[in-house]
């Protein structure tokens, strides 16, 4: 039997390889005891600002066993979206990286869909659900633990291979595999350029970020006004952020991706300052179409581009 769950295992992380992850990790479904605490102490003060959905299903975010019948395994998926492309006008409003291209959900949910299929085909019938931000996942605690890597202190995880640019997903299966038990050590060291560069000092301490001050929070999860306290910090920032991640040393080693559906849209880098400052629905609509942005909606583009402006 142990020989059959070592050729699963490696049958699994092979398949995922083919469809484009970049890293496979597989640990046992089971309690976060580690997480429990945190997770706790991390609502209670308030950090994850008007991201109610954060307060419900406490129990299941830290027992993948309560969204599965039966889950044995959860599988860590890694897939890679670092790209050096750079918006031409340096004056425009920028947005992350991973918004360049289409929406990560669309892509990574119909890899995990493909892989699924795949391990119902070649060892049998597998129970399982896909997960892409999409439910009470604790994604980064999962990866840690099948050793893809480790969390930062900007609470990203960190691989000592290729950096930080990558999406995070699971396959939570009822399926007993081999788990990788060796966790990556923390690298982080004495560094701390990403709580010296955040702009709105969300990073409020080593490996705690306050939610509701960092600026992706504030560009694509807050649906108020965005606060006035945070006039002249936004450092430009019209959609998400990636300060933490460009000023971290371990993403030197950062490796340009290879899906074709992140590509950034034709016209979408182009877009200058004025472009996006006089931005109409119907450009939101053309360029934005199948990305990530449209989840803040046009309105909520709008009012990100004129808090920076006025």
Same mark, same amino acid.
């Given at each position: 039997?142990?020989?059959?769950?070592?050729a699963?295992?490696e049958l699994?992380k092979t /398949?995922?390889?083919?469809?484009? !992850?970049?890293?496979?990790?597989?640990?046992k479904?089971e309690?976060?005891? /580690?997480?429990a605490p %945190?997770l706790?102490? *991390?609502?209670k &003060?308030? #950090?994850?600002?008007?991201?109610?959905?954060?307060?419900?299903?406490?129990?299941?975010?830290?027992?993948?066993?309560?969204l599965?019948d039966?889950?044995k395994s959860?599988?860590?998926l890694?897939?890679?979206?670092?790209?050096?492309?750079?918006?031409v006008?340096?004056?425009a409003?920028?947005?992350s990286k991973?918004?360049?291209?289409?929406?990560?959900? %669309?892509v990574?949910?119909d890899?995990?869909k493909q892989?699924?299929?795949?391990?119902? /085909? &070649?060892?049998g019938?597998?129970?399982?659900r896909a997960?892409v931000d999409?439910?009470?996942?604790?994604d %980064?605690a *999962?990866?840690k633990k099948?050793?893809l890597?480790w969390?930062?202190?900007?609470?990203?995880?960190i691989?000592k291979?290729?950096?930080?640019?990558f999406f995070?997903?699971?396959?939570?299966?009822?399926l007993?595999?081999?788990? +990788?038990?060796?966790p =990556?050590? +923390?690298h982080?060291?004495?560094c =701390?350029?990403?709580?010296d560069a955040?702009p =709105?000092?969300?990073?409020?301490g080593?490996y705690v970020?306050?939610?509701?001050?960092?600026?992706?929070?504030?560009?694509?999860?807050?649906?108020n006004?965005?606060?006035?306290? !945070?006039?002249g &910090? #936004? +450092?430009?920032w019209m959609?998400?952020?990636?300060?933490c991640q460009?000023v971290c040393?371990w993403?030197r080693f950062s490796v340009l991706?290879?899906e074709p559906a !992140?590509?950034p849209?034709p016209?979408?880098?182009?877009?200058n %300052?004025?472009?996006?400052?006089?931005i109409t629905e119907?450009? $939101?609509?053309k360029? $934005?179409k199948?990305s990530?942005v &449209?989840r803040?909606?046009?309105s909520?583009?709008?009012r990100n581009?004129d $808090?920076l402006k006025?």
């Amino acid at each position: 039997m142990k020989q059959s769950l070592s050729a699963y295992s490696e049958l699994i992380k092979t /398949e995922a390889k083919q469809l484009g !992850f970049m890293f496979c990790g597989i640990a046992k479904a089971e309690f976060l005891e /580690e997480e429990a605490p %945190r997770l706790e102490q *991390w609502l209670k &003060k308030s #950090m994850h600002g008007e991201m109610q959905y954060m307060e419900n299903h406490f129990d299941k975010r830290l027992d993948p066993r309560l969204l599965v019948d039966g889950a044995k395994s959860v599988i860590s998926l890694g897939l890679n979206y670092y790209s050096d492309h750079k918006q031409v006008d340096p004056l425009a409003p920028k947005l992350s990286k991973y918004a360049y291209g289409s929406d990560y959900h %669309r892509v990574i949910k119909d890899k995990l869909k493909q892989l699924l299929q795949i391990i119902n /085909e &070649k060892i049998g019938e597998v129970g399982g659900r896909a997960f892409v931000d999409s439910a009470p996942v604790l994604d %980064r605690a *999962w990866a840690k633990k099948s050793g893809l890597g480790w969390i930062g202190k900007n609470s990203n995880l960190i691989s000592k291979q290729v950096g930080s640019f990558f999406f995070l997903a699971e396959l939570i299966v009822d399926l007993e595999l081999e788990y +990788d038990i060796e966790p =990556t050590a +923390d690298h982080c060291g004495t560094c =701390t350029r990403c709580i010296d560069a955040c702009p =709105t000092d969300a990073i409020v301490g080593p490996y705690v970020v306050d939610g509701s001050k960092c600026i992706s929070y504030l560009t694509i999860e807050l649906k108020n006004e965005i606060p006035a306290v !945070f006039k002249g &910090k #936004m +450092d430009n920032w019209m959609f998400g952020c990636d300060i933490c991640q460009d000023v971290c040393p371990w993403n030197r080693f950062s490796v340009l991706h290879n899906e074709p559906a !992140f590509d950034p849209h034709p016209e979408l880098l182009g877009l200058n %300052r004025d472009d996006l400052q006089e931005i109409t629905e119907d450009v $939101f609509q053309k360029v $934005f179409k199948n990305s990530a942005v &449209k989840r803040t909606k046009f309105s909520g583009l709008k009012r990100n581009v004129d $808090f920076l402006k006025s």
